[in-house]
């Protein structure tokens, strides 16, 4: 997989959830509930005056079914309790995850070496403004993308799909990539050599690829480059103001439009990105990620990432 797909995306399900065991929780409240009192109350009323006419009639009375009959009317009819006692925790995660932090795990080695398979992440839902759950609209700024983030996003191709890039270009950069190098708005990159990279994912040829420490206008990061890849973008899709870029056998350049941002993987010559499907909406925006919380295979990869 050359795309960075994200797993576990199912905020709609969860709004449903949250709704519906919301609903019969609320009504259970401030009606059921009622009504099963109002019916113990006459079912108990009934009890003391059948045993105040038989201790009348000089009848000895146990009273200690008493309790146990109105435990009995009060008791929550079995669906009524589940879901009850799920809509809080539900409501919970709802809020959790639509407006402070969300779970992904990285299904494939795009982001490599930044991020690898199999590593869970956490990404902040609020890092660039308040969105509407399910339906991602923006209600409160907060701040906008920079270059150098590692932004989470509905991939436009299939808003259904979450997808994981660096923000390499933001609305009017000029964003060139000639040779495997990139230049934002003029001003060439620099790049520092590194050790070769060990592909750990590649468990057949246990491959290195040649590694780099690239200065993002400010934000350095690692990325790899392989020698034997084509320098040329070959086959990019017919995407929304393709005419803003220009292609050929050395490489691209692309002016990114307003409210729109251009994306790339760490792992350059592995990666289907802006290079190939275009431009990044910012009503498509998901979130900032920035801590790797698990990854079963590589306990000592837990923690933040630039």
Known sequence: ???????????????????????????????????????????????????????????????????????SVLRQPTWIEYSGSFFPVIALVFFVRSFLYEPFKIPSGSMEPTLIAGDFILVNKFAYGVRLPVLNKKVIEVSQPKRGDVMVFRYPEDPSTDYIKRVVGVPGDKIVYKNKRLTVNGQKLSYSPLPDYLDEADDVSLAYRKQLMENLTGVQHRILNFAESPTDVRFPSDF??????AYDAEGFA?????????????????????????????????????????NFSHLKRIGSFQ
Not at 6 to 30: E, M, S
Not at 282 to 294: L, Q, R, S
Request: with cysteine; glycine share 8%; net charge neutral.
């Open 240 to 245: 929304p103001q393709r005419e803003l870029c």
């Open 1 to 71: 997989m050359n795309g960075q797909a994200i797993l576990g995306n199912f905020a709609l399900i969860l709004f449903v959830l949250t709704i519906g065991t919301g609903i019969v929780w609320f009504l259970d409240v401030f009606y059921l509930a009622k009504q099963r009192r109002a019916k113990a109350d006459a079912a108990l009323a009934e009890f003391d005056a059948r045993n105040a006419k038989l201790k009348a009639e000089g009848i000895k009375l146990d009273d200690s079914g008493r309790a146990a009959l109105e435990a």
């Open 254 to 294: 692309c002016s990114v439009p307003a409210g729109h941002y251009f994306m790339m993987g760490d792992n350059r010559d592995n990666s289907k990105d802006s290079r190939y499907w275009g431009f990044v909406p910012d009503e498509n925006i998901v979130g900032k990620a920035f801590f790797v919380w698990m």
